[in-house]
């Protein structure tokens, strides 16, 4: 088992290749098209997922793509499963696993849930054609927040969810995302992703994790979503790269990097740049990006611009995979 989970692991962080989160929740997609003026039924998300999907020679620059429970089932217009398409792509089939958030503590915080019935979620989305699932948690980087009991309690859901993939011979994403919502500075989104990571990575070390078959999908050190212009490029690499070198174990399957909510240029000048400054890390690292690639394709595909909608695509890929 172990060797089939580094194995996947392997393939999915396998720069300049990297993986598209296109597991936008049924609630969140319809958010995004209505924002371009599009229907949002279940078959209006199928075809738009189908360009993500089928677009040509998306495989040289994809080793995965995340998907939802719909999107796993689905087929293209010519009635042959995703799962399959991706296939014949060499490209493996992903799934978000989570459920959402519920309301923790006193604090205004939320805490990821989606635990019970999930390893006979997770044997199903297996036989199916998943090789490797996400987890996502949530923490604010705001005055006083993340609070410990979060960090704990967020951190040892993840590892249950982590273990019951392995024992599927599922890859787990595990993506304690730290929020660019807010009015914080580089400092505090430093210092929470250190706070996360450095317990995240204590209690692993008492679990029965196997640590190179595992991936971690992290958020990058920025200012608040409002004030990106206050750091470089170079800043955002630096101070990355440090947290990564103190807090991420050398044996550990992979990093890849969210943009969280960056404009499509700012997300890829900061990888771009992250890559190069930790080019001399232990572990592989590349990019897992949603809204960075999909903005400027949804915003063409609404238009009815299918080609050009294809181009953004291909082009957003490019210059991540440089």
């Avoid at 189908?50 to 429970?69: Q, R, S």
């Avoid at 470089?232 to 550990?252: C, D, M």
Wanted: charged content about 30%; proline content about 3%.
């Amino acid at each position: 088992m172990h060797d089939n989970l580094d194995k996947i692991a392997k393939y999915l962080v396998n720069p300049p290749k990297g993986i598209l989160a296109a597991d936008e929740s049924a609630t969140t997609c319809c958010k995004r098209f209505e924002a371009v003026n599009l229907p949002c039924e279940e078959e209006d998300r199928r075809k738009y997922r189908e360009l993500l999907i089928a677009t040509k020679n998306i495989e040289n620059y994809l080793t995965g793509i995340i998907m939802v429970e719909e999107t796993l089932i689905q087929k293209d217009s010519n009635g042959k499963l995703f799962t399959e398409v991706l296939k014949e792509k060499g490209i493996l089939a992903g799934i978000k696993v989570d459920l959402g958030l519920e309301d923790f503590g006193a604090n205004g915080e939320q805490i990821t849930k989606g635990l019970d019935g999930l390893g006979e979620r997770l044997a199903q989305y297996k036989s199916i054609g998943a090789s490797f699932a996400k987890w996502r948690a949530v923490f604010s980087p705001e005055q006083g927040l993340p609070t410990d009991e979060l960090i704990n309690e967020a951190n040892s859901r993840m590892i249950k969810y982590a273990l019951l993939c392995q024992k599927n011979e599922i890859v787990p994403i595990m993506e304690p995302e730290v929020l660019m919502d807010g009015s914080h500075t580089e400092e505090n989104t430093k210092n929470t992703i250190a706070r996360v990571l450095e317990n995240l990575f204590e209690q692993i070390k008492n679990s029965d994790l196997y640590l190179p078959g595992i991936i971690l999908k992290t958020a990058m050190v920025e200012s608040n979503k409002d004030d990106t212009s206050s750091t470089t490029a170079e800043e955002v690499a630096k101070w990355t790269v440090e947290v990564l070198r103190k807090n991420v174990p050398e044996n550990i399957g992979g990093v890849v990097f969210l943009s969280g909510g960056q404009s499509s240029d700012e997300a890829i000048k900061n990888f771009n740049k992250i890559m190069e400054e930790g080019s001399d890390l232990p572990f592989k690292m590349t990019f897992s990006y949603s809204r960075a690639i999909q903005n400027s394709v949804l915003e063409e595909y609404a238009k009815g611009n299918i080609e050009i909608a294809k181009e953004n695509y291909i082009d957003r890929l490019q210059k991540l995979s440089k």
